[in-house]
T-cell receptor
Framework: EAQVTQNPRYLITVTGKKLTVTCSQN?????MSWYRQDPGLGLRQIYY???????DKGDVPEGYKVSRKEKRNFPLILESPSPNQTSLYFC?????????????FGQGTRLTVV | AQKVTQAQTEISVVEKEDVTLDCVYE???????LFWYKQPPSGELVFLIRRNSFDEQNEISGRYSWNFQKSTSSFNFTITASQVVDSAVYFC??????????????FGKGTLLTVNP
């Protein structure tokens, strides 16, 4: 079954404690990205990756890092989380970039930073 | 800059009513794609439809229909004979086909649809 898998689904952490949210896709997609969803703001792109070792900033990259060492994985790293990073996070993958195909989304990770 | 506006923050209807969700977009590009996604209470994002800027034909899929009008930069979504299971947040999104552009979906802020029995 084609899918994007995020882990964990829910996470409560404390300010400053480094964390990683994993994202893995089994569709051999070149393009992957991370979004955060906040009430009243919709979804905003954090980072994206066109292929292995190719990543770039989206609209709200501050406080986040990513890496793309393998095609299937695109982890989101919060080196020093802060309460304003409390949000619902989505990972997405697409065959050629969102402009050509639908984006497949993970089930979301609800992060709370206290 | 590209922008998607969903002016309706919340809509509440009674089951079996028809409901239209509005979406207005802004872009200077001539080639782009428009999307609708559904987010049920469980939180996942479900793809509903994609339409490219050169295809202005309306589309119907069961109780769902979409009206794309380039003249008004709108891509509205109608649910006919709504059901309780249609209750969700619906997002309209825009993606550009432009060399050198960041490949991303620009989302509207979403419309919360509540269908009451």
């Amino acid at each position: 079954e084609a899918q994007v898998t995020q882990n964990p689904r829910y996470l409560i952490t404390v300010t400053g404690k480094k964390l990683t949210v994993t994202c893995s896709q089994n569709m051999n997609h070149e393009y992957m990205s991370w979004y955060r969803q906040d009430p009243g703001l919709g979804l905003r792109q954090i980072y994206y990756s066109m292929n292995v070792e190719v990543t770039d900033k989206g609209d709200v990259p501050e406080g986040y890092k990513v890496s793309r060492k393998e095609k299937r994985n695109f982890p989101l790293i919060l080196e020093s989380p802060s309460p304003n990073q409390t949000s619902l996070y989505f990972c997405a993958s697409s065959r050629q970039g969102a402009i050509f195909t639908e984006a497949f989304f993970g089930q979301g990770t609800r992060l709370t930073v206290v | 800059a590209q922008k998607v506006t969903q002016a309706q923050t919340e809509i509440s209807v009674v089951e079996k009513e028809d409901v239209t969700l509005d979406c207005v977009y802004e872009t200077r590009d001539t080639t782009y794609y428009l999307f609708w996604y559904k987010q049920p209470p469980s939180g996942e994002l479900v793809f509903l439809i994609r339409r490219n800027s050169f295809d202005e034909q309306n589309e119907i899929s069961g109780r769902y229909s979409w009206n794309f009008q380039k003249s008004t930069s709108s891509f509205n979504f109608t649910i006919t004979a709504s059901q309780v299971v249609d209750s969700a947040v619906y997002f309209c999104a825009l993606s550009l086909h432009s060399g050198g552009s960041n490949y991303k979906l620009t989302f509207g802020k979403g419309t919360l649809l509540t269908v009451n029995p």
